[in-house]
């Protein structure tokens, strides 16, 4: 079994907050995912000096079995993933996208990729991490053969989902009209257009309280979230009338 994780880089160098959580997650990653996997990483236009330095010195271990990292200028999210998508190759079985702005519980990778496992039915599992997302208790709890519990959900947020590997690459992200705000939404309505549902592990990721919990933040993820829905739903109309 072969996995990849795919993630993009990309805030103001000086952040010094952003680059204290981005290093800190990257750190932490390879103790906790449960299964080896090879990172392939972009810094999408972040200058910050600090950031460059870290990642040369970041090498293989633990979990981790190699790493792809390059850097270029800006050129937005979904451009990133699916450069991304385009390294990673037919051997590989599931890929995990993660934000590298979360804390994920102990063997999270491969709790995830057990569900995957489990029940075809299953298009994406992940971690939740916004305190607003809820598990769907209503349809139940699963337990895999590993014993790892699950549950649906209705919206999962794009901070940490893994799928399976020629799904995801036959799916892709559409460059032209879909934003980092809604590639979680994109990604559910696809598996949904195809019978499939989305479910999280029944353990929590979190996000950093003291930069993701101030009102600045929330109101402007609220605004730029509005302001790009228009576009979400243009990919959808384009998937629809395929």
């Given amino acids: 079994m072969k996995t990849a994780i795919i993630t993009s880089v990309y805030y103001p160098e000086n952040s010094n907050q952003k680059f204290n959580i981005v290093s800190s997650v990257l750190d932490n990653i390879p103790k906790y ?40 200028e800006n050129r937005g999210i979904t451009k990133s993933m699916n450069e991304l998508l385009a390294r990673i190759d037919s051997s590989y079985d599931y890929i995990c996208l993660i934000n590298l702005d979360i804390l994920v519980p102990v063997y999270w990778l491969k709790k995830c990729i057990s569900v995957l496992k489990h029940d075809k039915k299953v298009g994406l599992c992940g971690v939740l991490v ?66 499939r549902s ?33 576009n979400f739903y243009k990919a959808l109309d384009k998937v629809k009338n395929k």
């Fill in 33 to 72: 995912a449960g299964v080896d996997y090879d990172l392939f990483i972009v810094n999408d236009g972040t200058k910050d000096p600090r950031f460059e330095e870290f990642m040369k010195n970041y090498k293989p271990r633990e979990f981790c079995k190699s790493i792809d990292y390059y850097s270029r």
């Fill in 130 to 195: 916004e305190d607003h997302l809820e598990f769907d208790l209503k349809n139940g709890i699963g337990q895999t053969k590993d014993s790892v519990l699950f549950s649906h959900v209705v919206s999962i947020g794009g901070a940490c989902m893994v799928f399976r590997a020629d799904e995801l690459k036959g799916y892709g992200w559409d460059e032209d009209v879909l934003t980092s705000n809604h590639i979680d939404s994109y990604m559910i309505s696809r598996y949904r257009m195809d019978g």
């Fill in 198 to 230: 989305s479910y999280a592990i029944l353990e929590r990721g979190y996000h950093s309280r003291e930069l993701y919990e101030s009102k600045e933040f929330i109101d402007a993820k609220f605004a730029r979230h509005e302001s790009e829905l228009p």
